[in-house]
């Protein structure tokens, strides 16, 4: 352990597993804070303290047995026929149980956020009929779900970055304070900014379809994912202000 502190790769490593973990966290963050919005603020803190808890530890629990994380990605069977990609590629994709629960979690993903953006557009038909979605004990069920999903897909890109254990384990736990940090404020600016709300489900989306490819094997580079995410963010942004801007004249 004391060998960790003086080693430059282990400190190396633990500031690019960090920062790889925190960018990770963007998803979980933005599913978790859609979902606790629906509570009233005791139980919505309560729920985001919760929902991160159990990403720690959801993760901790991976790292320890990475024999069994690693045996995750192993092919379990291939998909019988093949698909032309184009320019005489043939794809053949084989799946593993790592590929089966990005595949779960991302339909889940799709799902979720399809049916909040019905409920956001049928506002006042929707709030009523499914009051009961928002149960406290429901919204903490589907965020271990997701947890579960984003901490195997988080733990098997850190396995490939660091090879100690201790030094993943520390990058997991600075990466939930800062999610832990962040998640209020951004949970609080979606409930204030309700056309954000609509932003974030999209967002939902989007990394749902991304998970799902990434279980058939066609992966696609979170880079052009967050990169997406950050410019429309930003458009938003000066709509938020533009809005302020309005209320202030009148």
């Given amino acids: 352990m004391l060998e960790l502190l003086t080693s430059p790769e282990a400190w190396a490593a633990f500031v690019t597993l960090s920062v790889m973990e925190i960018v990770l966290g963007i998803d ?11 509570l009233p603020e005791p139980q919505a803190t309560r729920a985001r303290q919760i929902g991160l808890i159990l990403a720690f530890a959801f993760r901790v629990l991976l790292l320890l047995g990475i024999a069994w994380i690693i045996g995750l990605t192993t092919p379990i069977f291939a998909i019988p026929f093949d698909i032309d990609m184009g320019g005489g590629e043939l794809f053949d994709p084989e799946i593993s149980w790592r590929d089966l629960i990005l595949i779960a979690g991302g339909l889940f993903l799709i799902i979720k956020g399809t049916r909040e953006i019905h409920m956001e557009i049928e506002h006042e038909e929707a709030v009523l009929s499914h009051a009961a979605s928002s149960a406290f004990s429901g ?36 990466a939930i304070v800062i999610m832990y940090v962040a998640s209020g404020p951004i949970a609080g600016f979606v409930k204030r900014n309700p056309t954000t709300k609509m932003l974030a489900l999209a967002f939902l989306l989007l990394i749902g379809v991304a998970l799902v490819a990434d279980g058939l094997g066609f992966h696609i580079p979170r880079g052009y994912i967050y990169v997406s995410m950050a410019f429309a963010a930003f458009v938003e942004m000066f709509n938020v202000l533009a809005r302020r801007g309005k209320r202030k004249t009148h």
Avoid: C, H, P, W
């Fill in 28 to 38: 979980n963050i933005i599913f978790i804070s859609i979902l606790v919005n629906k």
């Fill in 139 to 174: 919204i903490i069920f589907q965020i271990v779900l997701i947890d579960m999903v984003f901490s195997v897909d988080s733990i098997l890109t850190a396995i490939g970055m660091a090879d100690d254990v201790e030094v993943m384990i520390a990058a997991v736990l600075v």
